[in-house]
């Protein structure tokens, strides 16, 4: 068991003199409820769970940088021990599987951080678990989060093959400006040419992601904004509006002054 959380606290990149404190939570944690032997595990189709369809999200923790606006669980590097981590994710996914009723999965979700950091390989490797512990649905849905950087035709091409069906883009906005506050590692130019490059293996099977009520934005050039993304959206399009999170830097701006953050709406829309 130690084994195991050391390696993951050591492919997070945890900081040594956090470790241990880190190391003690997260032992207390797993040894309750995940990472147990097999022969301790309830069995998966107990006569008092009834068997169900499920569905599983990954988290991909690793970004290139990060946004200003973020509070997710995400680590910034540049030596991710890819092994490592998908060992541990292949030990909790396993650990997880056992321990529920679900007798298919129907669906699977690379979020993060930025799964599309992952190699293909390590994405087939955890498909490839999920396969043989559950049986998974002939109309299975394989999600993954991409940012939408340049250079990313090859790689779109590689996380079809490894079994990916379906990509959700974080485009954010299409304004230049905006991006470079959020700290975002991708121009506007870079998201439509991946889009496009998407297109040609996830045809209606593409999602974009929009952020609104950004510092400074009117209605109407939200308006104006969100009428160019319906013309070159796929198939989906998630529309979230900015959450100010205490202790991202974006936060900080607020609070000091610098940025003012409303969106204004006119009293007749």
Known sequence: NRFIINRFLSAMNIWPSCRARTQKAVFKFVYNCSFRKSAELPPRFSSDK????G??????PYCSQLC????FNKYVSRDVKHNDLVSCL???????LRMSSIDEVTSVYFGGGTPSLAEPLAIETILATISKLVPTSPNIEVSLEVNPTSGQLHKLKHFKHAGINRLSIGMQSLRNKDLKLFNRDHSTQDALRTLEDASSFFKGR???DMIFGRPGQSFLEWKQELSEVIQICDQHLSLYQLTVELGTPL???IQKGELVCNLIIPNQV
């Open 68 to 71: 200003t606006y973020c509070n």
């Open 90 to 96: 292949i030990q909790e996914v396993t650990t997880l």
């Open 206 to 208: 593409i999602s974009i």
């Open 251 to 253: 936060a900080k701006m």
């Open 50 to 53: 009834a068997a169900e369809k």
């Open 55 to 60: 569905i599983i999200y990954v988290h991909w």
